[in-house]
């Protein structure tokens, strides 16, 4: 008897071809059959009523590291049809970790990644320093399947200690972080992240940013004995840079025979012509051998903030992030004294122009309030957008959120040909950071809905090959990424006209952490992780654990 059988069902394999009808079977987590009607009996029928049933989406940038540890269906990925995340991006991952250096590391996962002190102070029990002793950690309690990379930063932590952000590291050292690096793809990295851009608690550059480029190749060197990934987070903001380091990359795959991938890659109008020149040189570098894969990501951003904690908004205006960063009360003395905040507006709106008045009130106790814009508003109270800001920042003791809309791929125009490219790895999702800013996820919806469904940019098949099997190939997930007999049974069932609809709910689904904003899994019907039903529309999350390390 089958364990699962799937009726009635469209099936886009992740190969790319057509869809066909069929039925699929499972046994033993795995996929038995696919394709044609099968009669066998199952122990449980899911009937996809003509829905797409596709492999399980793969989401390569996640920074899942802390909360896998206490919530193990990594929600709400599972609920979008993401069967397997990569963590442990942008330099940052939990191991390897001296017990001396978990202040250290938290610190970066907060201020770099936005998560609360909820995520890490009492949410799950410091058990490893190994990179081995982290993954067993995670045993047991996984609902997808994870693929972590080994960070750079804490790489270089474990083995020069308060010098790693401050030196280059000698020949001797450099070999320690070598043999460092083997432990953790031996006990399932499936690669290496490092980042040119990111700041620690201090807004110091993270330890990353101190290795010598010879540091960073005596690394791939390694990734080379096992055929794992370098994961890169170049500087973004420059069209200029980011095309230095696709050079980079390209000459770090082509020496060590490696594949490389770089995110996000942004359209914005400040850089309209940013990812065609990225593109355009991207392919150059692959023609003459390399593997290099700009990751872009669906949607556009969306900042949601309150004063409740300090939020990367405010990063390039320090007077203010420092500011967030004081205990509560501290804060809100801050913003009622009068010099202070003359100071803070000043600083917000030099020359009286302010950049903040299409700030919008996206939380309220006043509803009246919400969806007005600051400029508006300060409009109504004879004050400034920054003003207002602070004004209605103290009157609601916090509890007020802002929402900053469409931060980059304001143009979809240009969005949905970037991502039908053969160069583009569709990523970046961020999922599992920003909690409270802008990861608001559904990412997979957005493409299957605003690039697909709605504006033709990508076939269903393209869509689904890109974030299933292209995905599996890229990172080396061979057991993953296709309906296939044999392989994994991770396993999609959504509605191609529905997906995506989803509207944006505000949830508080941890203590302590706040209110953030998640796009509801619309469209989604099930979805089986390893032979096995994780979430439905009509059940919800189940007890179902049957992730594993989707390295080799």
């Not at 460092?180 to 992240?193: H, T």
């Not at 010879?214 to 690394?219: F, G, H, I, S, V």
């Not at 509890?399 to 240009?414: C, K, V, Y």
């Not at 583009?424 to 469904?453: E, N």
Request: with cysteine; aromatic share 8%.
């Amino acid at each position: 008897m089958l364990d699962i059988l799937i009726r009635n069902g469209r099936i886009v394999d992740g190969s790319g071809r057509p869809a066909f009808p069929g039925d699929i079977a499972i046994e033993g987590g795995r996929l038995r059959q696919v394709g044609g009607r099968i009669t066998a009996e199952a122990r449980r029928v899911i009937d996809a009523g003509g829905r797409v049933v596709a492999p399980g989406f793969i989401d390569p940038h996640t920074h899942f590291d802390a909360q896998l540890l206490w919530d193990g269906q990594a929600r709400p990925a599972l609920e979008h049809g993401v069967t397997t995340v990569v963590h442990g991006n942008c330099s940052l991952s939990l191991a390897p970790l001296r017990t001396e250096h978990r202040p250290k590391l938290v610190g970066m996962f907060q201020q770099i990644e936005e998560m609360p002190d909820a995520a890490f102070d009492g949410a799950f029990e410091w058990t490893w320093e190994s990179f081995g002793d982290y993954v067993e950690a995670m045993r047991g309690r996984l609902a997808v399947n994870v693929a972590p990379l080994a960070g750079h930063s804490p790489l270089r932590l474990w083995v020069l200690g308060e010098e790693a952000q401050g030196r280059a590291a000698t020949a001797s050292e450099i070999r320690a972080m070598q043999d460092l690096l083997r432990e953790s793809l031996d006990a399932g990295a499936v690669g290496l992240s490092t980042s040119y851009v990111d700041v620690d608690e201090n807004l110091f550059p993270v330890p990353s940013r101190f290795a010598h480029f010879e540091e960073l190749d005596a690394l791939c060197a390694v990734l080379s004995e096992y055929g794992r990934i370098l994961q890169v987070v170049p500087e973004f903001y420059s069209t200029d840079i980011t095309i230095a380091r696709v050079d980079q990359l390209a000459d770090l795959s082509r020496r060590h025979q490696i594949p490389t991938t770089f995110s996000p890659l942004f359209d914005s109008a400040a850089m309209p012509a940013n990812v065609a020149r990225v593109l355009e040189r991207v392919g150059e570098q692959v023609q003459e051998g390399a593997r290099v894969w700009p990751q872009v990501q669906t949607r556009p951003i969306d900042i949601s903030f309150s004063f409740e904690q300090a939020s990367l908004f405010f990063v390039g205006v320090p007077i203010w992030y420092m500011i967030l960063r004081l205990p509560r009360e501290q804060r809100q003395a801050a913003f009622r004294n009068e010099a202070t905040r003359k100071s803070l507006i000043e600083a917000a709106e030099p020359g009286g122009v302010s950049p903040w008045g299409h700030l919008q009130v996206r939380h309220s106790a006043d509803p009246n309030l919400i969806g007005r814009t600051l400029a508006d508003l300060a409009g109504e109270r004879d004050s400034s957008p920054a003003g207002v800001l602070i004004d209605l920042s103290l009157e609601e003791d916090f509890g007020i959120h802002f929402l900053s809309a469409q931060m980059g791929h304001e143009d979809p125009t240009r969005v949905g040909p970037a991502l039908a490219n053969d160069l583009v790895h569709i990523g970046a999702s961020d999922a599992g950071a920003h909690i409270q800013s802008f990861a608001t996820y559904g990412d997979t919806g957005y493409l299957f809905g605003k690039f697909v469904r709605d504006g033709g940019y990508l076939s269903l098949e393209s869509a689904v090959r890109k974030v299933t099997a292209e995905t599996a190939d890229i990172w080396g997930l061979r057991d993953r990424g296709r309906l296939s007999p044999g392989l994994a049974a991770d396993v999609v069932v959504f509605d191609p006209e529905t997906i995506g609809r989803g509207e944006e709910v505000p949830v508080n689904d941890m203590p302590e952490q706040g209110m953030r904003y998640v796009r509801d899994a619309h469209g989604i019907h099930s979805v089986l992780v390893g032979g096995e039903l994780g979430w439905s529309s009509d059940q919800g999350y189940t007890d179902a654990r049957a992730g594993v390390l989707a390295v080799g």
